[in-house]
T-cell receptor, first 112, second 110 residues
């Protein structure tokens, strides 16, 4: 089944403890991105990648890192999480920059 | 990308057609209209997109006015599972992101 998977689905952590949210897609898509969703602010793009080893900032990249060493994986790294990064995170992929995006199920992160 | 305006909420009876409007009066010639929906904090799901012609797929129809300043998403026979937030997005070729607004909360009632 074609899908985008994210892990973990739920995470509660404390300020400053490094964490990684994994994202993987099995559709051989070149394009992947991360979004966060907050009440009243909609979905905002954090980072995106147009192919292996090619990443760029989205609208709200501060406090996040990403890497794209393999085509299928696009992990989101929070080196020192803070409470304002408490949010619902979505990974998405598509086979080209402007084609329909397939979204993962989401990761609900709480930073205490 | 052009800004879109949607009603915050709509109701529809099960089995009837749901018509969701979207205004995008500042749309430019190379910008597409996309529709996604999100069911209760799940990942958004692509529905349909179009440039200027009307489009139809297995999920919905998209009607774009001739001046392209507005569009309507039609779910021909709404079911309870269609209850979701529907997002109308105008997307050009200058950016890589989907800019989601607040969308329309569609509630399908039995």
């Amino acid at each position: 089944e074609a899908q985008v998977t994210q892990n973990p689905r739920y995470l509660i952590t404390v300020t400053g403890k490094k964490l990684t949210v994994t994202c993987s897609q099995n559709m051989n898509h070149e394009y992947m991105s991360w979004y966060r969703q907050d009440p009243g602010l909609g979905l905002r793009q954090i980072y995106y990648s147009m192919n292996v080893e090619v990443t760029d900032k989205g609208d709200v990249p501060e406090g996040y890192k990403v890497s794209r060493k393999e085509k299928r994986n696009f992990p989101l790294i929070l080196e020192s999480p803070s409470p304002n990064q408490t949010s619902l995170y979505f990974c998405a992929s598509s086979n080209a920059r402007y084609n329909e995006q397939f979204f993962g199920p989401g990761t609900r992160l709480t930073v205490l | 990308d052009a800004k879109t305006t949607q009603p915050p909420s709509m109701d529809c009876a099960e089995g009837r057609a749901a018509n969701l409007p979207c205004n995008h009066s500042t749309i430019s010639g190379n910008e597409y209209v996309y529709w996604y929906r999100q069911i209760h904090s799940q990942g958004p799901q692509y529905i349909i997109h179009g440039l200027k012609n009307n489009e139809t797929n297995e999920m919905a129809s998209l009607i774009i006015t001739e001046d392209r300043k507005s569009s309507t998403l039609i779910l021909p026979h709404a079911t309870l599972r269609d209850t979701a937030v529907y997002y109308c997005i105008v997307r050009g070729t200058s950016g890589s992101r989907l800019t989601f607004g607040e969308g329309t909360q569609l509630t399908v009632n039995p």
